[in-house]
């Protein structure tokens, strides 16, 4: 985290999850960056990584883990699915080479 | 009498062949949609809010701070 502020980076996780249940993970596991709603699943729709899982024989639309590193411009530098948790490492390393201006 | 029951198998028949087909499709369906965004396009723009109940527009961000979105599954689990 530190080194994704250091360059001049900020984050977001963004799940299905409702702002309560985000604020209630965001103090459990002591994220500091903000945790962001998509509970109309709009903002997966509009990236593409809705993904089907599967429990106990139903089925829901959740995302798939993917991380987006976005420049200043507003153009997508890095994207990386992630087969488990989320790993900031790639875009740590992609952050660190972007401009700084 | 017996029409009618030979009536019923072909119905019974019939929704079990759909119920197979539907337990077939679903095992095929573990979908998995990968995005046919790539680096070089344009991050589409949102308004989410946050944990807080605060509004955060992506385009906010724009000219000031790059950005790293990190969708994950479900708060509590495993990331």
Known sequence: MAKLEASDAVVFGISIDSPAANNAFAQKIGVTFPLLSDMNRKVLKQYGILKMYNVQKEEYDWAQRTTFVIDKKGVIQSVEEEASAINPNNAVAVCTKLPKK | ?79
């Not at chain 2, 017996?2 to 929704?15: G, P």
């Not at chain 2, 109940?53 to 961000?61: A, F, G, M, T």
């Open chain 2, 1 to 79: 009498m017996r029409s009618m029951h030979f009536k019923s198998m072909i119905v019974a028949a019939v929704l079990a062949g759909c119920m197979a087909a539907g337990a077939i499709r679903a095992q095929e369906d573990v979908k998995v949609t990968h995005t046919s965004l790539k680096a070089g396009d344009v991050a589409p723009d949102f308004t989410l809010l946050d944990n807080q109940w605060k509004q955060i527009r992506l385009s906010d961000y724009r000219g000031k701070k790059n950005v790293v979105l990190a969708f994950y599954v479900l708060a509590f689990t495993e990331g």
